[in-house]
């Protein structure tokens, strides 16, 4: 089993700038890809990052291209969502995920933590 807590969310302004982490344990975190995906009301969890594992390659939704950037530390078992220039379009809750394969389809994680809630005020 592998466990992820994310913190670091909270209620910001437009434009104002967040950065998520997810602790992960139970498993050797090195050897898998993490992601980020995003929930809104109403809405189906979407794929924000990801980054692999293996060579640190990363992907982006088009929508958070050049605000957001996905990284690691292998060390610390934690990766971590830096959001700058953030929009009301951004609140989601924000859920962390591990797969041993870099996908943007949420059904192939096989392990999710349990959300952190980010609302960006106008």
């Known amino acids: 089993q592998m466990q992820l807590v994310e913190s670091g969310g909270g209620l910001v302004q437009a434009g104002d700038s967040l950065r998520l982490s997810c602790a992960v344990s139970?498993?050797?975190?090195?050897?898998?890809?993490m992601a980020w995906f995003r929930q809104a009301p109403g809405k189906e969890r979407e794929f924000v990052a990801g980054?692999?594992?293996?060579?640190?390659?990363?992907a982006y939704a088009n929508s958070v291209k050049g605000r957001f950037t996905i990284s690691r530390d292998n060390a610390k078992n934690t990766v971590y969502l830096q959001m700058n220039s953030l929009k009301p379009e951004d609140t989601a809750v924000y859920y962390c995920?591990?797969?041993?394969?870099?996908?943007?389809?949420?059904?192939?994680?096989?392990?999710w933590g349990q959300g952190t809630q980010v609302t960006v005020s106008s």
């Open positions: 995920a591990a797969k041993v394969t870099l996908s943007r389809d949420a059904s192939r994680y096989d392990y």
């Open positions: 139970g498993r050797t975190f090195s050897r898998y890809t």
């Open positions: 980054i692999s594992w293996e060579r640190g390659t990363t």
